[in-house]
C-alpha cells in the first residue's frame, strides 16, 4: 500500500497565532504531501512497496540510497513534528516531569537548551528532544536526519527548523518562530513516546 500523508491532529487554523493556516497549509499540503508522493514513486514495484514507513527510513539508510531516504525521512519527521504540536501544550506528566528536572536541572533549563540548538543550528534541520532509558538530551540532525537511523536516543519531541516552517509567519526570524513553537508542544504526546520502547509508528 502507498504511505499516506498523515492528517493534522487539529484543524488548520488551531495554532495560530503561534503557526498560522496559511503556514500549515503549504507546510503540510505542499512540502509534506511532497516527500510522501516521492517516497511512493521511488518505492513503486521494489520490495518496500507494502513497508511501513519507519521501516522504509531504515532500509534506505541501511541500503546507502540517499534518494529514497531524504523523501522517506522527511515524510516521518514531518508526521512526527505534526504531533509534537498541539493548542493544548500542557505539561509533562509526573515520569516524564523528573526525567527532565534530573537531565537538565529544570523544565526551563530544558526549553532554553532546545531551544538554543535549534537557533544555533546551521541551515535546514530539525531539533529533538530524545530519550536514553530514563536520560534526556537535546539534539539536531541536518536535513532529513532521523532518530531512526542514528544512536542519538528515541524522539520524544521534535521542532522543524527548516526555514519552510516558518517563513510565510516570521519570514527569517527563526528566534521568533522558535519562541511561538516552544509554548505549543505537545506534552501528551512526549508523554507517550517516553513511556514508549519504541520509536513512534507513523500512521498509515
Same mark, same amino acid.
Given at each position: /500500500?502507498?504511505? $499516506? &500523508?498523515?492528517?493534522?491532529? #487539529?484543524?488548520?487554523?488551531?495554532?495560530?497565532?503561534?503557526?498560522?493556516?496559511?503556514?500549515?497549509? +503549504?507546510?503540510?499540503?505542499?512540502?509534506?504531501?511532497?516527500?510522501?508522493?516521492?517516497?511512493? $514513486?521511488?518505492?513503486?514495484?521494489?520490495? &518496500?512497496?507494502?513497508?511501513?514507513?519507519?521501516?522504509? =527510513?531504515?532500509? *534506505?539508510?541501511?541500503?546507502?540510497?540517499?534518494? +529514497?531516504?531524504?523523501? $522517506?525521512?522527511?515524510?516521518?519527521?514531518?508526521?512526527? #513534528?505534526?504531533?509534537?504540536?498541539?493548542?493544548?501544550?500542557?505539561?509533562?506528566?509526573?515520569?516524564?516531569?523528573?526525567? @527532565?528536572?534530573?537531565?537538565?536541572?529544570?523544565?526551563?533549563? /530544558?526549553?532554553?537548551?532546545?531551544?538554543?540548538?535549534?537557533?544555533?543550528?546551521?541551515?535546514?534541520?530539525?531539533?529533538?528532544? +530524545?530519550?536514553?532509558?530514563?536520560?534526556?538530551? =537535546? $539534539?539536531?540532525?541536518?536535513?532529513?536526519?532521523?532518530?531512526?537511523?542514528?544512536?542519538?536516543?528515541?524522539? &520524544?519531541? =521534535?521542532?522543524?527548523?527548516?526555514?519552510?516552517? #516558518?517563513?510565510?509567519?516570521?519570514?527569517?526570524?527563526?528566534?521568533?518562530?522558535?519562541?511561538?513553537?516552544?509554548? @505549543?508542544?505537545?506534552? *501528551?504526546? *512526549?508523554? *507517550?513516546?517516553?513511556?514508549?520502547?519504541?520509536?513512534?509508528? #507513523?500512521?498509515?
Amino acid at each position: /500500500m502507498p504511505i $499516506a &500523508l498523515t492528517p493534522l491532529p #487539529y484543524a488548520k487554523d488551531a495554532l495560530a497565532p503561534a503557526i498560522s493556516a496559511a503556514t500549515l497549509e +503549504l507546510h503540510h499540503g505542499k512540502h509534506h504531501k511532497g516527500y510522501v508522493d516521492k517516497t511512493n $514513486a521511488a518505492i513503486e514495484g521494489t520490495d &518496500l512497496t507494502d513497508a511501513g514507513l519507519n521501516d522504509i =527510513v531504515k532500509a *534506505a539508510a541501511e541500503k546507502d540510497d540517499a534518494k +529514497l531516504f531524504n523523501q $522517506a525521512a522527511q515524510a516521518w519527521n514531518h508526521g512526527f #513534528y505534526w504531533h509534537s504540536l498541539s493548542p493544548e501544550s500542557g505539561k509533562p506528566g509526573a515520569d516524564l516531569a523528573a526525567a @527532565i528536572e534530573k537531565s537538565f536541572g529544570s523544565h526551563d533549563d /530544558m526549553l532554553e537548551k532546545l531551544s538554543a540548538e535549534a537557533e544555533g543550528h546551521f541551515a535546514s534541520g530539525w531539533a529533538w528532544l +530524545l530519550a536514553d532509558g530514563e536520560s534526556l538530551s =537535546v $539534539a539536531t540532525t541536518h536535513d532529513a536526519g532521523c532518530p531512526l537511523t542514528d544512536a542519538k536516543g528515541r524522539p &520524544l519531541l =521534535v521542532i522543524d527548523v527548516w526555514e519552510h516552517a #516558518y517563513y510565510l509567519d516570521r519570514k527569517n526570524d527563526r528566534k521568533a518562530y522558535l519562541t511561538a513553537a516552544l509554548g @505549543i508542544l505537545n506534552w *501528551a504526546f *512526549a508523554d *507517550a513516546n517516553f513511556a514508549s520502547k519504541h520509536p513512534w509508528t #507513523y500512521p498509515g
